[in-house]
């Protein structure tokens, strides 16, 4: 008997019963509406992030407001247990903040405008300094001739006085961008705890409620947390360094301390910055390249030792963050919104980890192990 190609023989039947072909599909691995899905919220964070960058100026003061808020607001509710009124207990903590960091202002800011009024001597001195290179560049510029290449490595410069202008007008905000900032910080500690209680109850599900207070409650005491135990390491760097720089015979101890302590708050980047720096001032101040590098070698040991011992162990694991994680974060707040972003890099972090954890548990279900 012929068999049709559309039709299956079972075998072992004696009879060869013929079966007809089955013509089942398989369901696509992604979906056309999860296709729509994901790209309706690629186009809607590509918005989020472009309105973020356009509106820096109004945007950057308010995070920054925000965040340092939730920060400050465990000392805020420390003082309306001792009978201080919140609003007078706003105004007492930003006064006492604003203070603080303008002492570290004036400690820097002083060496830096006499060491920038100096840049054309300076520059000649460290090109003399950088003498002991010449031989490793003669070096390299004679096998760059035999391997065929037609140019050399450039001569050294320092860059001119004109960079000065632009580089502060980057790093410093404008008048309007400080005011914002601190009148939304104090209105924010003030009317923190009427401001949580609306976000939770807008919520009409008890479940939501209490999920959101929950939320609200760890990201305060996580952003609280971090900022003292930060601020507390910081300080010792600070102090260490300007010991270091004491040591070592570095002019102005007290400024590097105070530059150590502000850029150890930008991680990464904070750090490598302030070593570039101690190398500059000690080959500056110094006749030798040893003595000039004596004190960045000291604090780069130092810097060692705090990223890899002394942080952990205080942060904890609960705090700690992944190293990769930390940095994609630190490279895009600061090409978002320069070095505050790169300041609210870390807090970001942590508000964006513990919403992942309460909104995306780890009980929820996962896909099967390989």
């Known amino acids: 008997?012929?068999?049709?190609?559309?039709?299956?023989?079972?075998?072992?039947?004696?009879?060869?019963?013929?079966?007809?072909?089955?013509?089942?599909?398989l369901p696509p691995v992604i979906r056309r509406t999860e296709f729509v899905t994901f790209a309706l919220a690629g186009l809607l964070l590509i918005a989020i992030v472009t309105v973020l960058y356009v509106g820096r100026a109004f945007f950057l003061p308010v995070v920054m407001a925000f965040v340092t808020g939730t920060m400050l607001s465990p000392a805020a509710s420390l003082l309306e247990r001792s009978k201080v009124p919140r609003s007078l207990g706003a105004?007492?903590?930003?006064?006492?903040?604003?203070?603080?960091?303008?002492?570290?202002?004036?400690?820097?800011?002083?060496?830096?405008?006499?060491?920038?009024?100096?840049?054309?001597?300076?520059?000649?001195q460290l090109k003399d300094k950088l003498h002991v290179f010449d031989r490793p560049l003669s070096l390299w510029r004679d096998m760059q001739g035999m391997l065929g290449g037609s140019e050399g490595l450039p001569s050294f410069q320092m860059p001119k006085v004109?960079?000065?202008?632009?580089?502060?007008?980057?790093?410093?905000?404008?008048?309007?961008?400080?005011?914002?900032?601190?009148?939304?910080?104090?209105l924010f500690i003030a009317s923190w705890r009427d401001l949580r209680r609306a976000m939770i109850m807008t919520f009409s599900n008890h479940d939501a409620r209490l999920r959101a207070l929950r939320i609200l409650n760890e990201i305060e005491v996580h952003l609280g947390n971090y900022l003292l135990m930060v601020t507390v390491i910081n300080i010792g760097v600070g102090v260490a360094t300007g010991?270091?720089?004491?040591?070592?015979?570095?002019?102005?101890?007290?400024?590097?301390?105070?530059?150590?302590a502000t850029l150890n708050f930008i991680?990464?980047?904070?750090?490598?910055?302030?070593?570039?720096?101690?190398?500059?001032?000690?080959?500056?101040?110094?006749?030798?390249?040893?003595?000039?590098?004596?004190?960045?070698?000291?604090?780069?040991?130092?810097?060692?030792l705090e990223g890899h011992f002394i942080t952990p162990?205080?942060?904890?694991?609960?705090?700690?963050?992944?190293?990769l994680a930390v940095l994609l974060a630190l490279a895009f707040w600061t090409w978002m919104w320069g070095p505050m972003g790169a300041f609210l890099s870390s807090p970001l972090l942590i508000v964006a980890l513990i919403l992942k954890e309460h909104l995306l548990p780890a009980d929820a279900p996962q896909l099967p192990q390989d």
């Open 313 to 323: 162990t205080i942060i904890g694991r609960r705090l700690a963050l992944n190293a």
């Open 267 to 304: 991680p990464i980047i904070g750090p490598v910055a302030m070593f570039a720096v101690l190398v500059v001032v000690g080959l500056v101040a110094f006749p030798t390249l040893s003595g000039g590098l004596m004190a960045a070698l000291a604090f780069g040991g130092l810097t060692f």
């Open 1 to 25: 008997m012929r068999v049709l190609p559309s039709e299956r023989v079972i075998s072992g039947n004696g009879e060869g019963a013929p079966l007809p072909e089955s013509h089942t599909e």
């Open 243 to 260: 010991i270091i720089c004491a040591l070592t015979g570095m002019p102005n101890p007290a400024g590097l301390g105070a530059l150590a």
């Open 162 to 186: 004109e960079w000065v202008q632009p580089t502060l007008e980057f790093l410093s905000p404008t008048f309007t961008e400080f005011l914002l900032f601190f009148v939304t910080l104090i």
């Open 91 to 124: 105004v007492l903590i930003v006064v006492a903040v604003a203070t603080v960091v303008a002492f570290v202002v004036a400690l820097i800011a002083s060496p830096v405008m006499e060491w920038s009024t100096r840049l054309p001597e300076l520059g000649a």
